[in-house]
C-alpha cells in the first residue's frame, strides 16, 4: 500500500477500546445481519469453491456496500498479495453513471473477481507467455475490512489461465491438501473432526527511528537499511534495552497501533522492547493461518503508517544496523481441528500423547524432508544480513526441541521391538509422559531456526519484512506430505502389528529414526555445529542464488505437483522471481552505495583534508616540519590516512560501475545473481570499510549523514 498520508488511518482513537474489536471488519456475525439465509450458505459454500449464482452475488454485493458506506468508506478494491511482497489494491468508487443517473456501480460480478492491470507485477514470465490479463477473485475465507476510506476484499490473482501470480492462491491450496492429509491421521484418534487447519501467530520485530533522521540517510530511504556507518560507542552490550521500559513516544504510538489494528480485527498482544537499542516487537493472538497473513501484511503498513503520524520512522529490513541484532518475524504455526483440539498439545493421558508424538514426528519427518526448500522460502537478500549476525538463527535449518521433549524422543526411539509386545501391555508404559505445562519447560534457545515451544512450532528464521506465505506455504506441503506417508504406513503396519497403538507407535520410532539429524539442541553459532551439521547430511549453504535452486528440484516439484499447490511452471516463475528481485535489489543497493560515497563520504574527506592541508601550510606547521619527520606530523597522518581510503573507495567505485556494466552484459538472470553474491557484495563490504574508516576520522559535524549513534540513541 502507498503511505504517503499523514491523517490519521480510519480515524485514529489512540486507545484500545475491547468493545471496538473488528467493528471495520465485515465478519460473520455482520454478515448474518445484513444477509439472508440463503446468500450466508451460498458465501459458505463459496469457501468450498461451490459458484454462486449472479442474484446471490448481488446481494451479498449489496449488503456489503451498504454496510460498507455506513462506516464512511467511499471505494472497494480488490486486496491481493503479488509476489512483490507487498500488498496491492486499486480504489474504485462505489457508483456508475449512466445517462446521467447515478446508479450502484460495485455488484455481485464486481465482487467476486476484478480484472487489474496484471502487466506491472513480477510473475516470473508468466504473463508473455500465456496472457497478459490477470483477475482477482474474492478469497470468502478472509473477510472484507474497511481500510482508511476504502472497501477491502481480500482476493486471490491468478492469470487469465489460472496460473497463481500471487501468494493467497498457493497457500489456499496448501491449507486445503494439509486438511485432507491430516484429516487421515486425526482419525487415528479422533472422530467426528471436519476439518483441521493451520494457526499462526507472528511476533513482529521492527526498528522506530525519528524520521528526521530517516530522511536524511539516502540509504535507509532507498534500501531499508544503512549501507555504511561506523558501529557506535554504544551498541546493544549492556543489553538494557530488551523488556526495558518503553519509551513515551514509543508508548503513544503502540498505543495508537493497537487501537488501529483492533478495530480491523487484528488481536494485537504484546508490545515490548526489543534487544537492539531502538527495536521493538509487537505480536497478535494467533489466528488461521490465512487470516493471520492478512494481518500481518495489514500490520506492517499500519506499522508505517502509525509511525510516521508520530514523527518516527518504522524500519521493518532485516538488517538496517551493522553490528547489532536484526528483525526477524518469528512464525509460531500449529495444526488445530474445527473440533478445538491444538495438535501439537501435550496430552493430559497417553492416548492423547500418543497423537502429540505423531503429529510431532510428523513435523520433524517434513522439516527433514524439505530443509532446503524452507531455507529457500527465507533466502532473501535481507535476510542474508541478518541470519547467523547477532542472536539470528544461523542459515542452516535444523529443529530445536528442549530437553523434555528431547528425552522423551529419545525413549521412544528405542521402544522395544514390535513382537515382543501384546495388545495387552499398557500403552502408558510405552508412550512417554511429559509435564503437561510444557510450555514453561522448554528452554529458550534463541540461536535455533526452527524450535518448538510447547504447543507449537517457531519458525523463526523467517525475516521481517517477509510476506509470511512462501514459508508457511513450504511448511504445510511438507507437513502434508509426512502425513499422508504417516497415514499409509500405520495402514500397511497395522494387520501385522498387535494394536493400532502399536502400528502407531512404530511408525513414530521410524519417522524420530529417519529425521534425527534435523535435530539439535546445542548451540547452533558454536562453529563446531557448521561441521557436525555438514556430517549430518545437512545442507551447509550461503550462496543464496545456489540456495534458491532448490525450488527447481524433482523433491519440489513433486511436492507441490502432487498437491496440487504449485505446477511446474509455476514453481519455475516463482524461482525467476526471487532470483530477478535478488539482482535488482543489489544492483539498488551498490549504485545507492555509491551515490553517498560520491555525494556524501568523499566531498567531506575532501573538505577535511584541505583544512588540513592549510593547517600543515601554517608557519607553527612549517617549523614543526623542519624539527620532526614531516610523516611523524599527526595532521600529516591524518591527512594520508584519509587518501588511503580515498583512494580504497575511488578504485572501488571504478571497479563497481565496470563490474555492473558486465553483470547486465550476462544473458541469464542465474548467472548475473553468482556475480552479484561472489563479486558485488564483497565489493560493497570493502567500499564500506573505507567509508567507515573516513567517518572515524573526520571531526563529527563534518561528517554528512546522521550517525549510528544519532539515529539509535536519540527517541526517547
Ligand atoms: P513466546 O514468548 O514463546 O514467543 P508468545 O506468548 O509471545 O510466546 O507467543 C508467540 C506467538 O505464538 C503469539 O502470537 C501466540 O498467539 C502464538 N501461539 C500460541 N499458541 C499458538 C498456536 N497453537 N498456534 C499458532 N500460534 C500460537
Ligand atoms: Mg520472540
New binding site residues.
Given amino acids: 500500500m502507498k503511505s504517503s498520508t499523514v491523517t490519521p488511518v480510519n480515524g485514529a482513537t489512540v486507545r484500545l477500546k475491547p468493545e471496538q474489536f473488528g467493528e471495520l471488519v465485515f465478519h460473520r456475525e455482520v454478515m448474518r445481519h445484513y444477509l439472508s439465509e440463503t446468500a450466508l450458505e451460498a458465501v459458505s459454500r463459496w469457501e468450498h469453491g461451490e459458484p454462486i449464482s449472479p442474484e446471490l452475488a448481488d446481494e451479498i454485493a449489496n449488503a456489503l456496500r451498504q454496510w460498507a458506506s455506513e462506516k464512511g468508506a467511499t471505494h472497494y478494491t480488490h486486496w491481493f498479495h503479488p509476489l512483490t511482497g507487498l500488498t496491492a489494491e486499486k480504489h474504485e468508487n462505489f457508483f456508475e453513471v449512466h445517462r446521467g443517473k447515478v446508479l450502484s456501480g460495485f455488484n455481485g460480478s464486481e465482487l467476486l473477481q476484478q480484472e487489474p492491470d496484471a502487466s506491472s507485477f513480477p510473475s516470473g514470465g508468466l504473463r508473455s507467455t500465456f496472457e497478459a490479463r490477470g483477475y482477482t477473485a474474492w478469497d470468502p475465507t478472509s473477510p472484507p475490512f474497511i481500510y482508511g476510506k476504502t472497501l477491502c476484499i481480500p482476493s486471490a490473482y491468478v492469470s487469465y489461465d489460472g496460473h497463481a501470480l500471487d501468494y493467497k492462491t498457493p497457500l489456499l491450496r496448501s491449507i486445503e491438501a494439509l486438511n485432507q492429509t491430516a484429516k487421515k491421521v486425526v482419525s487415528l484418534f479422533y472422530k467426528g473432526v471436519e476439518r483441521v487447519f493451520p ?5 513482529q520485530e521492527f526498528f522506530l527511528i525519528e524520521r528526521e533522521a530517516f530522511q536524511r540517510r539516502l540509504d535507509l530511504r532507498l534500501t531499508g537499511r544503512t549501507l555504511i556507518g561506523a558501529p557506535s560507542p554504544r551498541g546493544q552490550q549492556m543489553e538494557d534495552h530488551y523488556f526495558g521500559s518503553i519509551p513515551e513516544r514509543i508508548l503513544a504510538f503502540f498505543e495508537e497501533l493497537e487501537a488501529e489494528a483492533w478495530r480491523l480485527g487484528i488481536p494485537l ?2 508490545r515490548h522492547n526489543e534487544v537492539a537499542p531502538s527495536q521493538y516487537e509487537c ?4 489466528e488461521e493461518l490465512n487470516v493471520a497473513i492478512d494481518h500481518n501484511q495489514l500490520l506492517m503498513d499500519l506499522l508505517r503508517r502509525t509511525a510516521r503520524r508520530h514523527g518516527l520512522e518504522c524500519l521493518l529490513h532485516e538488517k538496517p544496523f551493522a553490528g547489532i541484532n536484526g528483525s526477524g518475524k ?1 512464525n ?3 495444526l ?1 481441528t474445527d473440533t478445538g483440539i ?1 495438535l ?1 498439545s501435550v496430552g493430559k493421558n497417553p492416548r492423547e500423547n500418543l497423537r502429540f508424538f505423531s503429529i510431532l514426528s510428523i513435523v520433524l519427518m517434513a522439516v527433514y524432508k524439505h530443509a532446503d526448500l524452507l531455507r529457500a522460502t527465507i533466502a532473501t537478500p535481507g535476510n542474508e544480513h541478518r541470519l547467523g549476525g547477532n542472536e539470528a538463527p544461523p542459515a542452516i535449518l535444523s529443529v530445536f526441541l528442549g530437553k523434555a521433549v528431547t528425552q522423551a524422543v529419545e525413549a521412544l526411539e528405542k521402544v522395544p521391538e514390535l513382537p515382543r509386545l501384546t495388545d495387552k501391555t499398557p500403552l502408558s508404559l510405552l508412550v512417554p509422559r511429559l509435564p503437561s505445562l510444557l510450555r514453561d519447560n522448554t528452554d529458550r534457545n534463541r540461536t535455533a531456526p526452527f524450535a518448538f ?1 510447547g ?2 512450532f ?1 519458525f523463526r528464521a523467517v525475516g521481517a519484512s517477509a510476506h509470511c506465505a512462501p514459508a508457511m506455504i513450504a511448511l504445510n506441503a511438507a507437513v502434508a506430505e509426512a502425513m499422508d506417508r504417516f497415514a499409509e504406513e500405520v495402514q500397511l503396519r497395522r494387520s501385522q502389528s498387535p494394536s493400532r497403538e502399536m502400528a502407531i507407535l512404530s511408525v513414530i520410532r521410524d519417522f524420530l529414526i529417519e529425521s534425527r539429524p534435523i535435530r539439535f539442541d546445542g548451540n547452533n553459532y558454536d562453529p563446531a555445529w557448521r561441521e557436525e551439521a555438514e556430517q549430518r547430511g545437512l545442507s551447509v549453504s550461503f550462496h543464496v542464488p545456489q540456495v534458491l535452486k532448490v525450488y527447481l528440484s524433482p523433491a519440489t516439484q513433486k511436492l507441490f505437483g502432487e498437491r496440487q499447490i504449485l505446477s511446474e511452471t509455476e514453481l519455475h516463475a516463482r524461482y525467476e522471481v526471487r532470483i530477478e528481485r535478488y539482482v535488482k535489489a543489489y544492483g539498488i543497493e551498490l549504485h545507492t552505495l555509491l551515490d553517498l560515497l560520491r555525494s556524501a563520504v568523499l566531498p567531506a574527506a575532501f573538505e577535511y583534508q584541505k583544512e588540513l592541508t592549510a593547517l600543515l601550510t601554517t608557519e607553527p606547521m612549517q617549523a614543526l616540519a623542519t624539527s620532526i619527520a614531516p610523516e611523524k606530523l599527526p595532521q600529516q597522518a591524518l591527512f594520508e590516512k584519509l587518501q588511503f581510503h580515498i583512494e580504497g573507495i575511488w578504485k572501488g567505485i571504478q571497479r563497481a560501475e565496470s563490474l555492473w556494466q558486465y553483470i547486465l552484459s550476462l544473458s541469464t538472470p542465474e548467472e548475473q545473481a553468482n556475480h552479484v553474491y561472489e563479486e558485488v557484495r564483497p565489493l560493497m563490504e570493502e567500499m564500506r570499510r573505507h567509508a567507515d574508516a573516513i567517518e572515524g576520522l573526520l571531526p563529527s559535524e563534518k561528517y554528512p549523514l546522521p550517525r549510528y549513534a544519532d539515529i539509535l540513541f536519540s527517541v526517547r
Fill in positions: 494457526t499462526l501467530g507472528v511476533e498482544k504484546t505480536a497478535p493472538i494467533f518469528h509460531n504455526w500449529s488445530s491444538n501439537l515451544t504447543s507449537k517457531e
